[in-house]
């Protein structure tokens, strides 16, 4: 590639951005070429390495472990290099060594060899790119019974909190089957959840909404199936609504807004959305600590069973304009709770799911508190729009709050 823009050079008619280019692709190749010869060095120690047992010696529990630990790198490359020292002879870690062939080549290749492909088969693969031989590899792998079932009882599902404890990281592994399965229903769910009109997620938000939603429904559902209505009614009764704990420095978290000082209850790190959204559907549970005494504890004042029921038949439905989903209906507070806002009538307002759960707590819609209590409008994040919703005409509040009021007079 080199010689190519040499000859750009020395031949009119190319001009200098097409003989930089030239230069440029034939030094990442020889920076590519490099990095492949320094692996074939990396093969070689390796190899040395496992032949005097240094596994056992330096205390590791496998050669995988030892490669990732004294070369700080991922488990997934220091696999590979292990997987090559194992299986490689001295001249073919030489040749990878000295440029004669790629080290991600030699690979491709060894486990092409390994699935059971011939010679001609490996022969032919050189004239592929790297995903093409992946392929068929794929196509050459052979599945027995006993790989199978190997592969059903090794299935997992893992929630490994980050670092910072902000986040989950979901990782496993299904069978082909399972996880087919487990895609197109969690691709059908996720379609169903989002109203009409919405903007579409991509996939991998859709089936994370999904899997949220199912597994959500599973813990409302009642574990038994009543037969007859004076069954159903003492069962509605006995529903406790949905308890979200959360456990917080109540200093700290007013302090900052919430920003600071709040966890959910196995520590996971949330922050002023995920509070909004709690007081808004379970319950808050408040624990300041100083070392180990703990210095304030106990529930927040939660809206009411009834109150809640009501708003729900109250509305009928989402509020928002021009939704006709009634999947999940939740209450939700205009103003929220934690900037003052009430657990009133007139500061609730029922939202299905979607714009509950997705549009206002976790994109930071908000809704208009001036559009028709049955026509809500949502409005943009601030940092999207110059817009800023006015307050609430107090003297309307003020005939709302009366409406609501209980009086020990008696009617007329």
Not at 31 to 49: F, I, N, P, T
Not at 84 to 99: F, H, P, S, V, W
Not at 182 to 187: A, E, F, P
Not at 237 to 247: A, G, K, N, T
């Amino acid at each position: 590639m080199y010689d190519r823009a040499a000859h750009m050079v020395d031949t009119a008619g190319y001009s200098h951005g097409d003989v930089e280019d030239a230069k440029s692709e034939a030094a990442l190749v020889r920076a590519e070429a490099q990095v492949s010869r320094a692996r074939g060095d990396q093969l070689g120690w390796v190899r040395h390495m496992l032949r005097r047992g240094a596994v056992a010696r330096f205390g590791y529990r496998s050669p995988t472990e030892m490669v990732a630990s004294r070369l700080d790198m991922r488990r997934s490359a220091a696999r590979d290099l292990v997987y090559l020292a194992e299986r490689l002879g001295d001249n073919q870690i030489e040749r990878i060594r000295t440029g004669a062939v790629s080290y991600e080549r030699v690979m491709a290749e060894t486990r092409l060899g390994e699935a059971g492909a011939s010679a001609e088969v490996i022969e032919g693969s050189r004239d592929l790119d790297l995903e093409s031989v992946k392929r068929l590899l794929q196509a050459h792998r052979k599945m027995s019974r006993q790989d199978e079932r190997a592969v059903f009882e090794g299935q997992y599902l893992s929630l490994q909190p980050s670092l910072d404890g902000s986040h989950v990281q979901v990782n496993g592994r299904l069978g082909a089957l399972e996880a087919d399965i487990c895609r197109q229903g969690l691709d059908r769910r996720g379609e169903r959840l989002l109203p009409a009109g919405e903007t579409r997620p991509d996939a991998g938000q859709r089936r994370a909404l999904a899997l949220t939603t199912l597994c959500q429904d599973e813990l409302d559902r009642s574990p038994e199936r009543a037969q007859t209505t004076a069954e159903r009614i003492r069962q509605a009764r006995r529903r406790r609504e949905p308890s979200l704990m959360v456990v917080a420095n109540q200093a700290l978290a007013e302090e900052s807004a919430y920003e600071q000082g709040v966890a959910m209850l196995a520590g996971a790190r949330v922050g002023p959305d995920t509070v909004d959204l709690v007081q808004c559907v379970g319950t808050t549970e408040v624990i300041t600590v100083a070392g180990q005494n703990i210095v304030e504890h106990g529930t927040t004042a939660s809206m009411r069973p009834s109150l809640r029921r009501a708003v729900l038949a109250r509305d009928d439905g989402c509020t928002i304009d021009g939704c006709t989903s009634t999947y999940r209906l939740e209450v939700h507070h205009i103003v929220p709770r934690s900037q003052g806002g009430a657990h009133a009538p007139e500061n609730l307002t029922a939202l299905c799911w979607y714009h509950h759960h997705v549009a206002v707590h976790r994109r930071g819609m908000r809704i208009d508190p001036q559009s028709p209590p049955r026509r809500r409008r949502l409005l943009p994040t601030r940092g999207t729009c110059g817009y800023q919703a006015p307050d609430p005409d107090p003297h309307t509040l003020a005939i709302l709050r009366a409406l609501h009021t209980q009086s020990n007079r008696a009617p007329p």
